[in-house]
Every structure is written in C-alpha cells, then in structure tokens.
C-alpha cells in the first residue's frame, strides 16, 4: 500500500471508531441503570446496543458490556462472537472482561477508566485488585469443600461425545 | 462455649456444607449445558438454583453462579445478596467470581478447581492467567479511545442527586 492508501485507512478506522464509541456513550447518556453504555459491531455495523441495567432489572450481572453481548447472542442466533468488536464507554471490569472472553470477541475499545469508574463509586478498580491475591488473601471468603462427587461430573462430560462444547 | 459445644457446631456447619454442595452437584449433573451447578442460600435455606446455560440459551454470561445469582435477586427482589452464600460445584470463573463481589454475596464455597476445569477443556484458568497481564500484554486487544463526551456520562451521574447507587 502507498502511504497515501495507509494514511486513508488509518483515518477511516479513526472516523469508525469515533462514531461507534459515540453510539456507546448516547447508551450511557440514556442509560436507565449505572451511567454505562455499549455496542457491539459486525462487519461495521451495529448488532446490538446495551446499557447498566443492575438496578432497573434487579441483575447485578446487567453491566452494559454484558447486556450488549447478550442482545448480540440473541441477534446473531450464537453463543460466538466471533468476528465482532465492542465499544464500551467505560473500561470493562473483570466479570464483563472475561464475558468478553467467553463471547470469543475480536477486540475491546473503551474511553473511561476504571480509576475514573472508582472516583464516581463503582467497584471495578477494587474487584481487579481482589483477583491479582491468592484465594486466602482476598476480602470475599473463597472456601473449598471437598467433595468426591464432583470430579465425577467433570468425567462424565469428558466422556460424553454428544455435548456442545464451548 | 464448651469445646463441646464448638465441635458440634463444627460438625453441623460441615454437614450443612455437603448438604448444599451436594444440591449443586445435582445441579451439575443434570444441566442441559455445561457441567456446572450452583446454589444461593440465606438463613440455610437454597433460595436459587442455577446450571450452566451458555449453549441452550446462546447466552455466554449464562455460567451456573451468574444464573443463580439472577434468579436468587429474582426470588428476593433485589440486586444486592448481602447476607447469601453461593455453594457451586466448580471454583468461579473470573467472570462469575466478580459477578460474586458486585452481588455483595458473604462466602463462596465450591468444589473442583479451576484447573480441573482447564483439564476437561474450559477456559477459566487461560482467562485467570489473561487477567493479570496488563492490558497491552493480553492476547484479547484492549484498546483506549479517547473521547472527551465519555467522562462527562460520569460527572452527570456524580452530580445526579436522584440516583439508584449499587
């Protein structure tokens, strides 16, 4: 590619992601729960939408990020998002990082951080930090009970050769 | 209280834990997705259930603890579970263990490991791992917009008077 073709994509890409986080932040801006807000995009187009609902559907789970993911599962027929990107306008804490994990997601773009999320009262900057310690040392009691039953259950799926797998 | 009287409340808290683990074994092994299982109680009573969804649902934050957790706030009309316990039959994803903190649950007993998890295929211990890298090091890119509408999202809802806090 020329340098003038590169310069072209890289500000297109530019332009893009301006208008998909400006998507992200009218969801926050119009959010009924917690001020956060997300879109997830497919082949530059928007396939679902998502804002904090934790308090308006009693889910503490709700985070925009995780609705969004949801709405696009539901919208692409899947359980894989693959080939899809999310643009959140806050930073995502663990549970909905590692939800972008499991949703199989091609890449993250967020403005906020989650040192800005802690200075307006949100746990997100606490929650990393509890889960860089050991079990023992962290504030939420993490007990193991032994129990010979479960293995079994691991085992047995192994063994099953009908299972979705995921 | 007289070492006697410990020790049978010791004994008794033990029995209570295999009871409830049990229940989430059960749970477990009869899911119609992964094989993971959990349980909410509060005052030793189980007040939801939950099992692994992800594939019946196409719903990747339907892990057994985020499903038991919506359906205990269901249940009890809330989204704060202080005064819970979740017993599951596998130690929590990252996912589900912040999903454990924002839910304000008091203990988290499980079973199998996240290890065992990783040696019948899951990726909890893979996304533990990715966690604590910083975020230009995971192998899932993280990408930083800058957009100076995002913190003002946060400088409204700090100024909001009228606010659900969670």
Do not use: Q
Request: aromatic share 10%; proline share 3%; glycine share 4%.
């Amino acid at each position: 590619m020329t340098d003038f073709i590169k310069e072209y994509h890289s500000l297109k890409k530019r332009k893009d992601d301006i208008f998909f986080m400006n998507k992200a932040i009218e969801n926050a801006n119009n959010s009924d729960g917690g001020p956060f807000g997300a879109v997830i995009i497919k082949d530059k187009n928007i396939i679902s939408n998502g804002n904090n609902k934790v308090t308006v559907d009693n889910d503490p789970s709700a985070h925009a990020e995780i609705v969004a993911i949801r709405n696009a599962c539901k919208e692409l027929n899947t359980f894989n998002l693959e080939g899809c990107s999310i643009y959140t306008s806050c930073e995502p804490c663990p549970m909905c990082l590692a939800a972008c994990y499991w949703a199989r997601l091609d890449k993250i773009y967020y403005s906020n951080t989650r040192v800005e999320a802690a200075n307006i009262g949100f746990s997100d900057d606490f929650i990393y930090k509890e889960l860089e310690k050991s079990n023992d040392a962290k504030r939420l009691p993490i007990i193991k009970v032994d129990n010979k039953e479960a293995i079994k259950t691991f085992e047995r799926w192994a063994a099953n050769t009908n299972k979705v797998e995921y």
